[in-house]
């Protein structure tokens, strides 16, 4: 069965600090997905990025990276330099390639000070 | 650049009445879901919908649950008989294929009293 953990429930951190994200995940698949969805204060759910399992390079986008290590079953997400807008529910999730549900993870709420 | 819609977006019902929950997915998509979140609480699956049947369901999606592409357009999710613990947000979410990037919609907010 597939399983996701976040072992951080809530994190505070100043703005311009760097801060990361853990996740890790369990499945008994090879092939398998990972995402990480922000939930704002608003509610929606907003992509963010999705990996497959045969690909563990870091991926960089703006002030956001990701370091996928399968040797460690996580996918950790980086936010560098920090802002009051990054503040937010962030959820890691996995898919299956033999099913098409995402599993969540219980969400790591992020509060950016000014 | 194409997204979900979902209406309503806050549906106030009394215990026991049926809802139904719409959904609009993205117009190349194939894949449809619906996942729920209660208040506070992570993100669950409930059902992924594919060539009109469902293709896989959770343990929450019983037989009180049931969904339906009625036309080429809309999906939706009905909740027959509400109860108290189906008080959730309530996400539709669509893919081009099953393994794909699902995209969700903004949330129905299901209140049963």
């Known amino acids: 069965a597939q399983k996701v953990t976040q072992a951080q429930t809530e994190i505070s951190v100043v703005e311009k600090e760097d801060v990361t994200l853990d996740c890790v995940y369990e499945?008994?698949?090879?092939?398998?997905?990972l995402f990480w969805y922000k939930q704002p204060p608003s509610g929606e759910l907003v992509f963010l990025i999705r990996r497959n399992s045969f690909d563990e390079q870091n991926e960089i986008s703006g002030r956001y990276s990701w370091n996928f290590q399968k040797s460690t079953s996580s996918f950790n997400f980086t936010i560098t330099a920090s802002q009051v807008v990054d503040s937010a529910v962030y959820f890691c999730a996995l898919s299956e390639s033999s099913g098409d549900k995402l599993t969540f993870g219980t969400g790591t709420r992020l509060a950016v000070r000014p | 650049e194409p997204e979900v819609t979902q209406t309503p977006s806050h549906q106030v019902t009394q215990m026991g009445q049926e809802v139904i929950l719409r959904c609009v997915p993205i117009s190349n998509h194939l894949y449809f879901y619906w996942y729920r979140q209660i208040l506070g609480q992570k993100v669950e699956f409930l059902v992924s919908f594919y060539n009109n049947e469902i293709s896989e369901k959770s343990e929450i999606f019983d037989d009180q649950f049931s969904v339906e592409r009625p036309d080429g357009s809309n999906f939706t999710l009905k909740i027959r008989s509400t109860k108290l613990e189906d008080s959730a947000m309530y996400f539709c979410?669509?893919?081009?294929?099953?393994?794909?990037?699902?995209?969700f919609g903004p949330g129905t907010r299901l209140t049963v009293l």
């Open positions: 979410a669509s893919s081009i294929l099953g393994a794909d990037t699902q995209y």
């Open positions: 499945t008994r698949d090879t092939t398998y997905y």
